[in-house]
């Protein structure tokens, strides 16, 4: 079992940043890929970015490649994903989610999720 705790949403105009961390508790950190999902009101959830348990892949949706970057600490068992140059269509509720199995498709097969952290962008 992994427990998530996602923090860092907020309200920011458009082209402004934000930075969004998750906490993980409940397993070896080392042992979990994570991943970033958003939903927006009246769509499916989607998948924004996710990064390997080593650190050293990522993987990003072409909405915001150049945009967010995600990146962890496994010492301090946290991931954030930073995002700049937010846009309206940025605004959902971000989840973080962690998987065990590893794979080498970074969007898919996570099992643990967080609570979800509200970023709204106002044009």
């Known amino acids: 079992q992994v427990q998530l705790v996602e923090s860092g949403g907020g309200l920011v105009q458009a082209g402004g940043s934000l930075r969004l961390s998750c906490a993980a508790s409940?397993?070896?950190?080392?042992?979990?890929?994570v991943g970033w999902f958003r939903q927006a009101p009246g769509k499916e959830r989607e998948f924004v970015a996710a990064?390997?348990?080593?650190?050293?892949?990522?993987e990003y949706a072409d909405s915001v490649k150049g945009r967010f970057t995600t990146f962890r600490d496994n010492a301090k068992h946290t991931v954030d994903l930073q995002m700049n140059s937010l846009k309206p269509e940025d605004t959902a509720v971000y989840y973080c989610a962690a998987r065990d199995k590893a794979s080498v498709v970074l969007t898919t097969g996570f099992l643990y999720w967080g609570q979800g952290t509200q970023v709204t962008i106002s044009s």
């Open positions: 409940g397993r070896t950190f080392n042992d979990v890929d």
């Open positions: 990064i390997n348990r080593g650190g050293g892949r990522t």
